[in-house]
């Protein structure tokens, strides 16, 4: 049986001879150059919480090769949390769902739908519940003023929308007629 101390003696003396025969500066070269040979890098916003920090996703060919902070972000410096640095590592799970799934009531399993399909849905719940709660006029004294929203839909934000994509939520939000917006931040 080869114990711990045995073990680490064998693997350093492995590591040790086989950085003698390997020309590590000429490999560190090469990943660099790979790391940055057809790569196209985007800055996004990671999506844990609500903080905001700056990422910049690196992609080669439509795949998602890395992740990592933003030096030039004003939140984080190029500086992530534990559950930003695993950001890669989620959108890269083999067990990340694809597709959207629907379990009917009542059922026991998941079956998997595609996306107009799950929009579709989603649009006419909502639809649903808006024209059964709409309420269209209060009494305000004596007389009756007019409100037009429903107060059964509420509409909650996050840390990794953009301030554009935050104002057209806004709109759609107000435009249903929802009174409730709120903000991860604030819950």
Same mark, same amino acid.
């Given at each position: 049986?080869?114990?711990?101390?045995?073990?680490?003696?064998?693997?350093?003396?492995?590591g040790?001879?086989?950085?003698a025969?390997?020309?590590v500066?000429?490999?560190?070269?090469?990943?660099?150059?790979w790391?940055?040979?057809?790569?196209?890098e985007?800055?996004?916003?990671?999506?844990?919480?609500?903080?905001g920090?700056?990422?910049? +996703?690196?992609?080669?060919? =439509?795949?998602?090769?890395?992740?990592e902070?933003?030096? /030039?972000? $004003?939140?984080?410096? *190029?500086?992530?949390?534990?559950?930003?640095?695993?950001?890669?590592?989620?959108?890269?799970?083999?067990?990340?769902l694809?597709?959207?799934?629907?379990?009917?009531?009542?059922?026991?399993?998941?079956?998997?739908?595609?996306?107009?399909?799950?929009?579709?849905?989603?649009?006419?719940k909502i639809?649903?519940v808006?024209?059964?709660?709409?309420? +269209?006029?209060?009494?305000? =004294?004596?007389?009756?003023?007019?409100v037009?929203?429903? /107060?059964? $839909?509420?509409?909650? *934000?996050?840390?990794?929308?953009?301030?554009?994509?935050?104002?057209?939520?806004?709109?759609?939000?107000?435009?249903?007629?929802m009174?409730?917006?709120?903000?991860?931040?604030?819950?």
């Amino acid at each position: 049986m080869l114990g711990r101390r045995e073990w680490l003696k064998t693997a350093v003396g492995g590591g040790l001879a086989l950085g003698a025969l390997l020309d590590v500066p000429a490999i560190r070269a090469a990943a660099q150059q790979w790391k940055l040979t057809n790569v196209r890098e985007f800055t996004t916003s990671c999506n844990f919480c609500s903080c905001g920090c700056g990422m910049i +996703a690196s992609v080669r060919e =439509g795949t998602l090769v890395s992740m990592e902070g933003d030096y /030039d972000h $004003i939140v984080n410096r *190029g500086s992530l949390c534990v559950k930003g640095i695993s950001m890669f590592a989620t959108h890269a799970s083999p067990n990340r769902l694809q597709t959207p799934r629907y379990r009917a009531p009542g059922s026991d399993h998941w079956e998997d739908i595609t996306w107009k399909d799950a929009v579709e849905r989603v649009a006419r719940k909502i639809q649903k519940v808006r024209d059964e709660t709409w309420v +269209a006029t209060e009494k305000l =004294g004596d007389r009756e003023v007019p409100v037009n929203r429903t /107060d059964a $839909i509420a509409f909650l *934000g996050g840390a990794q929308n953009t301030n554009e994509e935050c104002y057209l939520f806004q709109k759609a939000a107000r435009l249903l007629g929802m009174a409730f917006v709120e903000h991860q931040a604030r819950l």
